[in-house]
């Protein structure tokens, strides 16, 4: 509730011989309170008093979300209604967006005051900046769940995304003189040839026989299973069963900002959490080459059944970035174009979607939708989006027959 002023205050002669003043008003709870002055005079008593009235006017108007900046208002819904509700790394993107796509561009703006124009302005000044596609749509998301909660609240009385088409990636890469591909042309995966590079060096050994590339066999297991980097980290021992040549995808890991509640500390910090998806809560097969990374990697490093199948040294989940790092580590040595983590994903559910060629010449092949429910995918219609490509030498010769 807001506070409300019920008087202007009213001035009284004490017995003392002083002077006395009350303003009376309703608290943020409804219950009725006062404010009492005192003075030598009337006159000292009265301006008290005004002044008085004057900031509690000025604290109510301060109070409605409508006349705050949009600098002040947006940080306080993502305080007080994004962090509580969502996963603290997407609370860490929401944050970026804010800081980075927004506040410089409208911070200072009022909320009340905001209209389609504005938002078009700002989405126009990042596509020129060139932010990607991902960027702006995200920027655009973060204003349309925040404009939708104020007109819930009845904070606004116009939704000024109402005025602001949806970003279709297509006009937005348009727009950035950029070509528009198909999804599955835009992934990167390892030839066959840079697979055995890679292989080679991640098992490559010291004189000694320490191992070059710590725990290099976790890239193998990615390779040949499809695991996310979340989900690689997120195994503990107990979760596979080698009799069975399974693992199951329980649980996640990944690095957020520091923080003593929505107060940024300096640093970052491992938190274990759930699954990207309700569908990536999966069991996923393991082939021969999988079980010898999982047992190479238990060779390396064990701490029990309860503990991750790829620790650091003391036995804890390992950071997404150290695994990251060694990853480039052993592309770099292995004279391998730099790609993501995640091309071992792609480049294992491109080979289940393409096949691979047995020795009498047939092909081995999964369907997309088996693709998904080991890839952990909500639909088969993703899986195709991104390693189905379309073959139009297939066409040729079809509407034979079909002259009308």
Known sequence: MQKQLLTNGNAFKRTDGRWGGVVWYKDEKGERKRKSFSGTTKAEVNKKMTDYITKFEEEIIDAIEGNKTVKNSL????????????????????????????????????????????????????????????????????????????????????????????????NYLAK???????????????????IEKFKEEAYKKYPSGKPKHNQASAYILMLNTGLRTAEALGLINSDIDLEKKVMHIQRGVKEAQKRDGTERKSGREIVVGKLKTASSKRIVPLNETAIQAIIELRNERYFGEDAPLIPDADGNFTRPLNLRKRFYSILDAAGIEKKGLHSLRHTFATKLVTGVRAEDGTVKALTPRQVADLLGHTTSEITEMYYVKRNTDMLMGVTNGFEL
Not at 106 to 129: E, F, P, Q, W
Not at 176 to 194: S, Y
């Open 75 to 170: 940080l306080n819904y993502l305080q007080v209604f994004k962090y509580p509700n969502v996963e603290r790394v997407t609370y860490d993107r929401n944050e970026q967006i804010y800081k980075n796509q927004i506040v410089p561009y409208m911070g200072k703006l009022i909320v009340s005051n905001i209209t389609g124009a504005d938002i078009k302005r700002l989405i126009s000044t990042l596509t020129d900046k060139g932010y990607s596609f991902s960027t702006v749509k995200q920027t655009y998301n973060l204003l349309n769940e925040y404009f939708d909660y104020l007109m819930r609240e009845e904070f606004i009385k116009k939704n000024p995304m109402n005025a602001v088409p949806t970003i279709k990636k297509s």
């Open 176 to 194: 950035q003189n950029k070509e528009v591909l198909p999804v599955c042309e835009t992934i990167t995966v390892f030839t066959d040839e840079e």
